[in-house]
Each structure stands twice: as C-alpha cells, then as structure tokens.
C-alpha cells in the first residue's frame, strides 16, 4: 500500500515546493507540479476504491512514523485505508484534480497564481489527512488543517475587505465548533483511556446506558462524547447555528468554491459522524439532535435559497440544504446512505460551481442573476453541464428505468427516514420532501434566469465597464480578468447603445481548460447514482462478493430492508415535488415574469426574512459580536490601559524617572552639597542605631 504514501503526501509535496519557489519561476512550474501531483492522487485511488467495489481490496492501515507516547496516552502517525477512506480519496482527488485544472484557466491573469496553486494543493493534504486518519487526534490534525487552508483559500484576494472579513468569520466560526470537537476528543480519552479510532469504537457498545456525573446530575456518557463530537461536524459542515460563515465564503475565488463546497472542507463532519457511527449508534439522543438539526438545516437552507439573487450564494445555500439532508440520514441510521448522498453531491455540487464560475467568466465578473438571462446560445457548453447539475441536483429520473445523480440519493435518504418509523425521522422525511420542492425551485429559477428570457446585461455595471474599458479594474482589490488572452478586449470594444439588452457585449465561452472538467463532472453527475447506487445502498457490489461497507461504518441491514418496502407514494414523494418546483419556477421566471415581484410584495415580511437570511447574521452580531468589541476595549482602556500598564511598566518606568530626576538634582557638583548629605547619612545612621 505504498500507493497510499504518494496519494497522501504527494499533494503536501507539491505544495510546498510551489510555495517556496513561488515567483522565482514562471508561474506555470507551480501550476503544472501541483495538478500534476493531484492528478496522480486521483489515479491512484480509484484502483483502491475499485478494490473495494469487487471485494479484492483488504482494509489496511500503513504506519508512517512514531508520533506520541506521553504516559497512559500512545498513537502513532498512521493511514486507514478501507471502504470509507477509499471513497473520500476517490472524492477528494477527483474534484481537487479537476479544480486545479480549471484554475488554470479561471486564474490565468492572476499575479499570484503560484501562493494560489500552493494553497489549494495544502488543502487537498489537509483533508486528505483527516479522511485516512486511524486515531482522533491525527484527525483533529487534519480537521485544523483544513480550516487553516480555507482561510488562506477565501481570503486569497487579501485586498478586499469583504474577503477578509469573510476568511476571519469563517475561521472563528470553526474555532467554536472545534471546541465541542476538543472537548469530545478529550471526553473519549478519559472514558475509554485510547484516542485509536479501532479500539474506541470496538469499546462503544459495552458503554451504551452508562453514566458520568457533572454538574450534580448524571448524564448517559456516550451521549454526551457523541453530541460533543457533533458540535464540531456543525462548525466544519456549516449546520444550523454554525452555518453562518458558508455564504460569505463565496469572496474567495469560485474554484475554491467548488472545493469547499463539493468534495473537502463541509463533508468533514459528515465523514467523522459516519466513522464514528458505531459509537453514535449507542447514543440515541445524540442521534436524535443529529437528525433533527440536520432536517432543520435542509428546510432552513433551501428556504433562503429561493430569495437570492447572487448565483454562487444560490448554490452555496444549496450546499448547506444538502450537508442537511446527509446528517438527518446518518441521524436515522442510514449511514451508507448519506455517504451515498455525499458521493454524488460532490460531482453535481463542484459541476454547478465551477459552471457557475465560467458564467461569471463570461458575463465579466457579474454574479447577480438578475443581469444575466438568454445565455445558453452564447456559452453552451457550460449550459448544457449546468443543466446536467440541476437536473442532477433536483433528482430527476424515471422510476425504475434511470435518473440523474440526485435522484438515487435523494429518494434513498427520504426512504430511509420514512422507513426508521420514528417521530424524529418523519420530521426528517416531510422537512426534506419540502426543501426537495424548494430546491428544484430554486435550481431551476437559477437556470430561467441565467440561460433563457431576454439579455438584461445592459443594467449591469460590469458590463458596462466591460463595453467601454475593454479591461478589468484592479482598483480596491478586484479580482483580475479571467478570461483567455485577447478575446475579451476583441468583444469588449465601445459601440452604441443596444436596444436589445445586451449593451454590445457579447459573452463567450470559457476556454478548454476549463471546460474539460464540466465535461468529466457531467458525465459523474449524470451516472454516479446509477452505477454506485447498491454498493453505497445495500452494501454490497454484487451476491458474489459480499458487502462493499464492511467495518467501516455500522450497517443497519434492517432499516435497509425497510427502505426497500416503503409505500409507493413515499417513492414517489421526491419526484412529485421536484415537478411541482419546475412548475412554479416556469410559470414565475418563463410563462409570467411578474409572478416574483407581486409575490415579494405580497409575502413582506416574509419574504424580507427569508431574503435577510432569518436575521441569523444580524442576531449573533447583536448577542455576540457587539458584547465581544464591547468587552475588548474594557479590557483595552480600562484593564490593559488603566490597570496593567499603568502600574506595571509604564508605572515602573515613571518612578526610575522621577527617581532618576531627583538624583540628578542632588549631583550639583558643590561641595558643600556633598558634605550635607553625608552630614544627614551619618545623623540618620546614629539615630537608627540609638533607637
């Protein structure tokens, strides 16, 4: 398994020589030694998850060094390689492979390609250690990792203050998940004495009922390790109450977007819920909360997506929904299900993002849907992979005979919440039949605003810049031109005013390196569900060779049974409103175009909410951010300021001066002066000896 080694290490290789070479050589030294890197990656997993798949493959763990041995705490640096590794390699590589190759296109005029390429391929390493991590703590490592990549990653274009801004608030908000995650790691190793993931969840069940006290009351043990663990999935999978840093990650560049987003940084805490499921099986409750925040995460999601007007912040709330649906599917024991779910979100999700980057490519850096519109003949091959996205993504599919990504791991993850027959997962089930509804609504409004009606280019400012400077402004920290040498600067030339929308401009397509990963992330996006659908499901490739998951995760062959024989219209519950969504987008965005904006006004404060994002931002900034400045410059002016520097070393320096200055008046040089002083020492001394 020395494949593992480069798999893993390599990215982190490549990283580091393109961060110290950086501009010391062209810039497509970094590019071409960091893709090049992640390509090997991506061509050295698939064999391992093909393994798996035929049941040739062997779980294995390959020792890489010695690490800790500090009392009753001992681990080693080690990479797990089994059914669960081998589909987040497959996962990971594959799209941060593709990724790196459409930078080369989408960062072409960027001055800082190399720190870019660099910082990518160290998030690829990041996660890449998390996901083969074989103890808590060399996970943890990863899992900081990867939130320190991702603030270097959004905050690429350190010149504009929003994406800073965005960098340190999605930073923070991990560091108050990461916390429940610490506390966790440190709850597990003083109930079970090892931080080994094996033994750990070897351990679990025989702790199921117990109790720890704290506080004066006793609490069931494992529920409280398991929600503790949960609270950091929150943090780094962006769940409800810690999802606030997703949408505002949309200022870094849009192919980091598509990692963030598809394959790496949100799936994490789906990841470790389901490596851990052993061990969360034994806590109910804590499966309980995990159900019900990640059903309220899906409908809270698609809810504020339908309001949007920012295409990257459309499917970035899509993201959050589906992040939502694949922990209520955990929630309800359906493990390999939301794995299933996370594998095919990855293609549609990273295809959706990186279309959406080459129509922000063509409409010169304009993100809002409101000035786009007749787009598919101008870029049709990116219409052609965002119409594969959506309908991957909204789970469209005949019944039986095929369908699109989505539609298998969709309908799979309502089944099970349907079939687990308990309170919580009809909860689950109704919340993700409606956010389904939803998501086709606003899928589909994204794709009738952006490719079909008339061009309303002529309203925005970009375009506008574009018809009449011919070149982007670098001015407070925009981003550079994106577009390939020359052909925007030939269509961007001054010319009259338009009457038909289009101010003169004229969109073209992005450029191959570009578009060649739309092209291998449509194809996934369209056949991943079919083809992958009973390994990940059912658990098994074949009858020949047996079960696909083995100890990766805990199985539930029960509740798969039980998925398999729901009612018809449970099955049919997916579909049903994904039409439904269709139907309304069309008649609002195509049929009758007034439909949205008597319905805002109509809706009001409703709509108002929802647009605002259910004031989520606005209520932590007053509970939290303004009693945190508040408290700061107490402890500025009054404790630091007032107390600490006065009587320590401004205070100490204050009397060396004064001191200072009263010995320099007694050095007058008479000596007269002298003779007194030494006159009033001796007086003194006599009158401390006599008394």
Same mark, same amino acid.
């Given at each position: 398994m020395s494949s593992i080694l480069i798999i893993v290490f390599g990215p982190l290789l490549a990283s580091i020589i393109a961060g110290l070479v950086n501009k010391s050589a062209p810039s497509v030294f970094a590019k071409a030694i960091t893709t090049g890197a992640l390509f090997l990656s991506c061509a050295l997993s698939w064999p391992i998850f093909i393994g798996f798949l035929t049941g040739t493959q062997e779980a294995t763990v390959v020792p890489v060094l010695q690490w800790v041995q500090s009392g009753s705490m001992s681990f080693d640096w080690a990479l797990r390689v089994d059914a669960l590794t081998a589909v987040m390699l497959v996962v990971i590589n594959s799209v941060s492979a593709l990724v790196h190759l459409y930078s080369w296109g989408y960062m072409e005029e960027d001055p800082d390609q190399p720190r870019f390429f660099a910082y990518l391929s160290l998030f690829t390493f990041a996660m890449l250690m998390l996901v083969t991590a074989d103890n808590l703590v060399q996970m943890f490592f990863g899992w900081e990792g990867v939130g320190l990549a991702s603030y270097l990653l959004i905050g690429f274009w350190f010149k504009k203050p929003s994406a800073n801004a965005a960098a340190i608030k999605a930073f923070v908000v991990n560091r108050v998940g990461d916390l429940g995650f610490m506390l966790g790691i440190f709850g597990t190793f003083l109930v079970f004495g090892t931080v080994s993931i094996p033994e750990i969840l070897e351990m679990a069940p025989s702790m199921s009922g117990s109790t720890i006290g704290a506080f004066g009351y006793r609490f069931y043990t494992m529920d409280i390790l398991a929600i503790l663990l949960f609270i950091g999935a929150m943090g780094k999978?962006? /769940?409800?109450?810690?999802?606030?840093?997703?949408?505002?990650?949309?200022?870094?560049?849009?192919?980091?977007? $598509?990692?963030?987003?598809?394959?790496?940084?949100?799936?994490?805490? %789906?990841?470790?819920?389901?490596?851990?499921?052993?061990?969360?099986?034994?806590?109910?409750?804590?499966?309980?909360? %995990?159900?019900?925040? #990640?059903?309220?995460?899906?409908? *809270?999601?698609?809810?504020? #997506?339908?309001? /949007?007007?920012?295409?990257?912040?459309?499917?970035? @709330?899509?993201?959050?929904?589906?992040? #939502? @649906?694949?922990?209520?599917?955990?929630?309800?024991?359906? @493990?390999?299900? $939301?794995?299933? !779910?996370?594998?095919?979100?990855? *293609?549609?999700?990273?295809?959706l993002f990186l279309g959406a980057g080459s129509v922000i490519h063509a409409m010169h850096h304009e993100q809002d849907m409101r000035y786009y519109g007749a787009l598919r003949k101008h870029i049709p091959i990116t219409f052609w992979a965002m119409l594969a996205g959506t309908l991957a993504i909204t789970g469209v599919g005949v019944l039986g005979v095929f369908g699109f990504a989505g539609f298998y791991s969709k309908d799979a993850i309502l089944e099970a919440a349907f079939a687990r027959g308990t309170d919580m997962g009809m909860f689950a089930f109704w919340a993700g039949a409606f956010? $389904?509804?939803?998501?086709?609504? @606003?899928?589909?409004?994204?794709? *009738?605003?952006?490719?079909? #009606?008339?061009?309303?280019?002529?309203?925005?400012? !970009?375009? /506008?810049?574009?018809? !009449?400077?011919?070149?982007?402004d670098p001015e407070h920290g925009n981003p550079p031109v994106q577009e390939d040498s020359g052909d925007d600067v030939a269509h961007a030339v001054p010319s009259p005013e338009h009457a038909d929308g289009t101010a003169g401009y004229h969109p073209h397509e992005s450029p191959w390196s570009m578009l060649i990963p739309l092209v291998v992330l449509t194809i996934g996006a369209i056949f991943a569900g079919y083809v992958f659908k009973y390994p990940f499901v059912d658990g098994s490739a074949d009858a020949v060779n047996g079960a696909f998951w083995g100890d990766s995760i805990f199985f539930n062959e029960n509740l798969i049974h039980a998925l398999h024989a729901v009612p018809l219209w449970v099955k049919l519950t997916a579909t049903i409103v994904m039409i439904l969504g269709f139907i309304i987008a069309w008649f609002a965005y195509i049929k009758d175009t007034s439909i949205p904006g008597k319905a805002a006004e109509q809706l009001g404060p409703v709509y108002k909410f929802l647009f605002n994002k259910w004031y989520f931002d606005e209520l932590y900034n007053v509970l939290f951010v303004k009693p945190a400045f508040w408290l700061g410059r107490l402890f500025w002016h009054v404790i630091d300021v007032g107390v600490i520097k006065r009587f320590g070393p401004d205070g100490a320096a204050w009397v060396v001066m004064q001191g200072s200055g009263a010995a320099r008046r007694l050095q007058s040089g008479y000596l007269y002066s002298y003779a007194l002083i030494m006159l009033l020492g001796l007086v003194a001394a006599v009158t401390w000896v006599l008394l």
């Open positions: 999978s962006a /769940q409800l109450g810690l999802h606030t840093w997703l949408p505002d990650a949309m200022e870094g560049p849009t192919p980091v977007s $598509a990692l963030i987003h598809a394959a790496t940084m949100v799936t994490a805490g %789906v990841f470790m819920v389901c490596r851990l499921s052993p061990m969360f099986e034994t806590a109910p409750t804590a499966l309980a909360i %995990v159900t019900f925040i #990640g059903a309220a995460t899906c409908l *809270f999601a698609a809810t504020v #997506g339908t309001t /949007q007007w920012d295409i990257k912040r459309v499917i970035a @709330y899509s993201t959050c929904s589906q992040l #939502g @649906y694949m922990f209520f599917a955990a929630g309800v024991g359906a @493990y390999g299900v $939301a794995m299933f !779910h996370l594998f095919t979100h990855a *293609f549609f999700k990273a295809l956010a $389904a509804l939803l998501t086709s609504f @606003y899928s589909w409004r994204l794709m *009738f605003l952006t490719f079909w #009606g008339k061009p309303r280019w002529a309203e925005s400012e !970009h375009i /506008q810049h574009a018809v !009449h400077h011919g070149h982007d």
